[in-house]
Nanobody
Framework: QMQLVESGGGLVQAGVSLRLSCVASGRTLSAYTMGWFRQAPGKEREFVAAIMWADSAINYADPVKGRFAISRDNARNTVYLQMNSLKPEDTAVYYC????????????????WGQGTQVTVSS
């Protein structure tokens, strides 16, 4: 069983930056893809970014390309989501997720989830 714990959310004004962290435990991540998803009220959970642990390949959703950056720290078993130039439409609960295998951009493909961290961006 894998445990994922997110942190770093908050209430910020548009244009500023936040960095989310996700610490993974219980599994070796070498065969996993780590993803970030978000869910706004009344909307389906949507893909934000993913990093493939095996080769560090990265994938982003179009709305965040050029503003968000996903990265990892092998020694700390931690995945980060650096969010720059935040917009009110980025407001959502952000979830860290993991799946055994390569890639994945839909929430149904992921096996493990964190509890989520709220990000609220005011205009």
């Amino acid at each position: 069983q894998m445990q994922l714990v997110e942190s770093g959310g908050g209430l910020v004004q548009a244009g500023v930056s936040l960095r989310l962290s996700c610490v993974a435990s219980g599994r070796t991540l070498s065969a996993y893809t780590m993803g970030w998803f978000r869910q706004a009220p009344g909307k389906e959970r949507e893909f934000v970014a993913a990093i493939m642990w095996a080769d560090s390949a990265i994938n982003y959703a179009d709305p965040v390309k050029g503003r968000f950056a996903i990265s990892r720290d092998n020694a700390r078993n931690t995945v980060y989501l650096q969010m720059n130039s935040l917009k009110p439409e980025d407001t959502a609960v952000y979830y860290c997720a993991a799946r055994m295998g390569y890639g994945g951009t839909t929430y149904r493909e992921y096996d493990y989830w964190g509890q989520g961290t709220q990000v609220t961006v005011s205009s």
